[in-house]
């Protein structure tokens, strides 16, 4: 996916058709073999199926990082090992000042002084989340996403029951939001948007102990669960665009190869943001290999459920080597 | 519905208005955040160094890294009810004073944005009657070479809030624990241990006339017994006090004759 592309998907823009002048010739040629040869793909398909044994391997890599992460901050507290000490919004590992970018926002925003301390951790944080993809953050670390995901099961589950169905929102809603919430520390001189920030009162509670403000989270879980399923995640958090903002240039992304892929969309039903996957929907993909764009936050459920290797996650310049 | 499916324009619409509704909602419940600010119903004692209320509120970044270094545990973070200062740190002095048995104002070096400084920025608001006049000194550091507290400004003041309960004022002593059974906060006492606070309960004492606030006051020359005309005494607050809130920790009266206002500056 073009740089632009994926920009254009994250601030919300919907997802298009390309044009016949997108395909590289090398996709055009896949594309019109995998037609001429239906049959045989289905058969080659359904086998896949049958060896594929569907494993959790990344998405329990990545709630063990994301429990170890938010459990070194809580050790580092009630056992004063000192490691990471602070929570999500701003910490120190080791000493060394760790920012949250949004939050670093919000902050230089109402306050309009920015310490030396602020600068050293925000730019710390920002070079590691470009390294690392952005929107990673999301899904490896932030807490409120794991509590989320087990109340994404249970709204799944009763879709499935058809007890509750899935109201989806104009996704441009956090791109208003993030231009609001900023606008409002500005003008407000407080920082409006820690106040309802999930990600900030999980963290704490799991810290400092547990407060009304759990309350809010609660509300959000309901949502997610009877309303629309991660709304959060998807529609609302401006940390997202933040860090999605941040990931752009990111050479970790998860990786698409046409030539794998049977077109059957089970990556789509587990994805958080189905519209970076547009690109595996049946003549869709541009080139023989594409990125997932910055939306994603490279949580790996799509790399799980891929019966045949079509989805992978690669690092950038380093593929090459590992 | 499920046989006459929305069309694709109409769910378009469906999605807009959602975000519409949703999205004015959020914004409205960030609003609510600053309903507890206005009608002003909690003025809590922020931490030492705080810059003034609205500047600390713009510049906390809700981290707790102060309440991780505080040793006596002084420092809380504020909840859903404190609105734009959810995760903002404050000290409930009944509960837990901050009694610098750390030395060196600890939760000042531990934050990363300023809103606890020990210098504050020239531009930034200050209040004259918030400036102490000298640097405080620290009893527990009074015989080192630098016996004072890295503080210019108090963070409020102590007050003798109902005279008519002061012990002291009723020439009445104190025997025993300073406060009810089953209170657990912390101070720090030079004579049993320098360097470790103790369970303010586990220091009972025995004073003719109650001086609980005196003696427990961490800094030199803030308060001290006076004699009154009809011969007992009563306690002075001076202008050293930075209103830490020891005295209406140790207060044995309940509720406590001695409290702190918070953010109230010296009037002499």
């Known amino acids: 996916m073009s740089l632009r592309e994926s920009a254009r998907l994250l601030l919300g823009g919907e997802v298009r058709k390309p044009a016949a002048e997108d395909y590289t010739p090398g996709a055009r040629q896949v594309h019109e073999l995998k037609r001429m040869d239906g049959v045989n793909r289905k058969a080659l398909a359904e086998e896949m199926h049958k060896q594929h044994r569907h494993t959790h391997t990344w998405r329990n890599r990545r709630w063990a990082v994301l429990i170890a992460v938010n459990l070194l901050f809580v050790l580092s507290f009630w056992l004063d090992i000192q490691i990471l000490e602070g929570a999500l919004t701003a910490s120190r590992f080791l000493g060394f000042h760790l920012i949250d970018l949004n939050s670093a926002l919000q902050v230089m925003l109402a306050h309009k002084h920015i310490l030396v301390n602020l600068v050293i951790g925000t730019a710390t944080v920002f070079v590691l989340w470009v390294l690392l993809g952005g929107r990673t953050y999301c899904s490896w670390v932030c807490p409120y996403h794991l509590l989320a995901e087990w109340a994404e099961s249970l709204h799944l589950y009763l879709v499935d029951k058809k007890k509750v169905s899935d109201r989806a929102f104009h996704r441009g809603l956090r791109v208003v939001l993030w231009l609001l919430f900023a606008a409002l520390a500005f003008a407000t001189g407080y920082t409006v948007f820690e106040t309802l920030s999930l990600t900030g009162i999980v963290s704490r509670a799991l810290i400092y102990g547990p407060g009304l403000a759990l309350l809010w989270v609660l509300f959000w879980l309901l949502i997610e669960v009877f309303y629309s399923r991660r709304a959060w995640c998807r529609y609302f958090c401006p940390i997202g665009l933040t860090y999605g903002v941040v990931g752009l240039p990111s050479p970790v992304q998860v990786g698409y190869r046409l030539e794998h892929c049977f077109h059957e969309g089970d990556c789509r039903k587990v994805c958080l943001v189905p519209h970076v996957l547009e690109c595996v929907i049946k003549g869709r993909a541009t080139a023989e290999t594409m990125d997932i764009g910055a939306d994603c936050t490279r949580c790996g459920l799509c790399v799980d459920v891929c019966p045949s290797g079509a989805l992978h996650f690669e690092v950038k310049g380093l593929s090459k080597w590992l | ?268």
């Open chain 2, 1 to 268: 519905m499920a046989s006459n499916l929305p069309h694709k324009a109409e769910q378009a619409r469906r999605r807009f208005l959602r975000a519409l509704i949703g999205g004015g909602a959020l914004l409205a419940a960030g609003g609510a955040g600053w309903l507890p600010l206005a009608y002003g119903g909690k003025t809590h004692l922020r931490p030492p160094g705080a810059l003034e209320e609205d500047d600390f509120l713009a510049s906390c970044i809700k981290c707790g890294q102060c309440v991780q270094v505080c040793p006596v545990s002084a420092l809380k973070l504020g909840d859903l009810g404190d609105g734009y200062g959810v995760g903002a740190p404050y000290i409930d002095a009944r509960a837990q004073a901050c009694d610098f048995s750390c030395d060196a104002v600890q939760c000042i070096l531990a934050c990363p944005t300023g809103a606890l400084t020990y210098t504050k920025p020239e531009h930034m608001d200050t209040r004259g009657a918030m400036r102490l006049a000298a640097a405080p000194i620290l009893l527990a550091k009074e015989k080192d070479p630098e016996p004072t507290l890295n503080l210019k400004e108090r963070i409020g003041v102590a007050r003798l809030a109902r005279p008519d309960l002061c012990l002291a004022r009723q020439g009445k002593g104190w025997k025993g624990a300073a406060r009810a059974a089953g209170y657990d906060g912390y101070l720090r006492f030079m004579d049993v241990d320098r360097w470790r606070p103790i369970p303010l309960n586990d220091h009972p004492f025995d004073v003719p006339v109650c001086d609980l606030c005196v003696r427990t006051c961490p800094i030199k020359g803030a308060i001290s017994l006076e004699p009154l005309a009809n011969g007992f005494k009563t306690p002075v607050v001076h202008e050293p006090c930075v209103g830490c809130g020891v005295c209406e920790m140790a207060c044995p009266t309940e509720p406590a004759a001695i409290v702190i206002d918070p953010r109230r500056g010296w009037e002499a």
